[in-house]
Nanobody, 122 residues
Framework: QVQLVESGGGLVQAGGSLRLSCAASGRTFSSYAMGWFRQAPGKEREFVAA????????YYADSVKGRFTISRDNAKNTVYLQMNSLKPEDTAVYYCAADEKGDYDFFAHGSWGQGTQVTVSS
């Protein structure tokens, strides 16, 4: 099972930017679809973005489309989430997830990191 460690969270003012990183262990990282999710206090964990094993396909939640960009570097076993034009409603714990089966069903059989806090002040 892949091990995931997120970093890059922090406190930022509205309109600012952050880049999250997720470092993965394991030799088969390049075969996994990867995703970013977030969970705000009192809310369900929700999908933010996903990327195919090759990086050729990306998917976004409507709420972040045009502001966030997911990317990966398979040589570094790392997936990134560039977040621009941040809003207070983006405040949450952000998690990365790996999907070995490639069907993007992260909740069913994904591996998860421990999360990193993002706080956007108004």
């Amino acid at each position: 099972q892949v091990q995931l460690v997120e970093s890059g969270g922090g406190l930022v003012q509205a309109g600012g930017s952050l880049r999250l990183s997720c470092a993965a262990s394991g030799r088969t990282f390049s075969s996994y679809a990867m995703g970013w999710f977030r969970q705000a206090p009192g809310k369900e964990r929700e999908f933010v973005a996903a990327i195919s094993w090759s990086g050729g396909s990306t998917y976004y939640a409507d709420s972040v489309k045009g502001r966030f960009t997911i990317s990966r570097d398979n040589a570094k076993n790392t997936v990134y989430l560039q977040m621009n034009s941040l809003k207070p409603e983006d405040t949450a714990v952000y998690y990365c997830a790996a999907d070995e089966k490639g069907d993007y069903d992260f909740f069913a059989h994904g591996s998860w990191g421990q999360g990193t806090q993002v706080t956007v002040s108004s």
